[in-house]
């Protein structure tokens, strides 16, 4: 009878994989109630809030340490998990309690040399990744594979439709091979541990270097529909951001606002936000080319500018300044005192959108009736 008893308990760690915790299936939420971790299967989930799109995630524990690898922004956390699987805390000392368990879904086994079998060693490898390496995440639903994807055309790495793409796996080193004879977790961790730092200071140094190029290049319209499509296929919201920014660079408002609306179906409160007021647009959501100043007052819904006011000398008004506006390829170019222009285009409504990182996809809509232009011939460079 004792035996019989038993057996419920020996079926179920027969059951579980090596190397398996107290992880449990279902809701975790941290004490303050903003933020939730929710597992389907004992390896996948997604991290989310109540005004941002869920986050997938992987569970990793190859090392010493469980990570959660963050597929969209393409880190690794690490998290500790209580013995009785009612507590997470992970490294900014937010804890989870498990609020709602869940039975977990069936999850299938990870192929052989894929991003997903690779775990937090394929997030690592990312900055460095081949495009044929880039390109597999990103169909794995990596989202930060994708990023990378659009990074590497971007830099005229690869091309759309290149057959040189380089190699297409991800290996982890051997002491992190779960399941195998050589696997050391020790080991592992120490390998982990410096493969993500060396990952996180060449994205460091590439943020940096961006920051000092300014990336205006546009890519070619065959990279951004490409890109595009990514998008819409695999509805990543840090990727489909970025995919945004660029048919924005490329003067493709439309575009812009398909892949922001992905990011807003997903449940991004802020890209709701953005796009609203442009989809009301319809068809007038189009840019045409600027050849003259505008004249009067402009007001967006919202932002910190909200405001522009043009006078008839060709002068804007921002905030308390007045500062030079000019043309430049059809675009309107204002010079402050931050460096950067900002800069706005004309939508086929007489509307002005913003186009820069300061004002992108802010509708300045002018009053009614009022003039669009103040001034016959327009200020140039």
């Known amino acids: 009878m004792r035996l019989l008893n038993f057996l419920p308990t020996l079926f ?59 597929l969209d922004d393409g880190v690794a956390e690490s998290i500790r998990i209580s013995a009785d699987g009612q507590r997470i805390e992970d490294d900014v000392v937010v804890v989870y309690t498990l609020r709602q368990p869940r039975a977990c879904a069936i999850e299938p086994s990870a192929m052989d040399g894929s991003c997903r079998a690779a775990g937090s060693h394929c997030i690592a490898q990312l900055p460095t990744a081949s495009p044929g390496q880039a390109k597999r995440a990103c169909n794995e639903g990596v989202g930060a594979g994708c990023s990378t994807l659009l990074r590497q055309l971007r830099d005229a790495v690869t091309t759309v439709g290149s057959d040189d793409i380089g190699p297409a796996r991800f290996e982890r080193p051997p002491v992190c091979r779960e399941h195998t004879p050589g696997h050391d977790t020790a080991a592992c961790e120490a390998l982990t541990d410096d493969a993500l730092a060396a990952a996180m200071q060449r994205v460091g140094e590439r943020l940096q270097r961006e920051d000092e190029d300014t990336l205006d290049s546009r890519l070619t319209a065959a990279a951004r529909d490409h890109l595009q499509q990514l998008c819409l296929q695999h509805r990543s919201g840090r990727f489909c951001v970025e995919v945004a920014e660029q048919q924005l660079i490329a003067l493709e408002p439309a575009l812009a606002v398909q892949a922001l609306q992905v990011v807003c179906d997903a449940g991004r409160v802020s890209a709701c936000e953005r796009t609203a007021p442009l989809r009301e647009l319809g068809a007038d959501l189009r840019l045409v080319p600027l050849l003259q100043v505008p004249c009067g007052r402009y007001q967006a819904d919202g932002g910190s500018l909200d405001t522009l006011t043009f006078d008839d000398a060709g002068r804007a008004r921002v905030d308390t300044q007045d500062v030079r506006a000019l043309l430049l390829d059809g675009t309107l170019h204002i010079r402050h005192d931050n460096g950067a222009d900002y800069v706005l285009g004309l939508l086929a409504n007489g509307d002005l959108l913003g186009l820069d990182a300061f004002t992108g996809y802010q509708r300045y809509r002018r009053r009614p009736g009022a003039p669009q232009f103040c001034r016959e011939r327009p200020a140039r460079r």
């Open 12 to 70: 179920l760690l027969i059951a579980l994989p090596a190397g398996a915790d107290a992880l449990r299936c279902g809701e975790y939420r941290s004490t303050d109630g903003g933020m939730a971790l929710v597992f389907t299967t004992s390896n996948t989930g997604y991290r989310h809030n109540d005004i941002s799109e869920p986050e997938p995630l992987w569970v990793d524990r190859s090392a010493a340490r469980t990570r959660l690898v963050m």
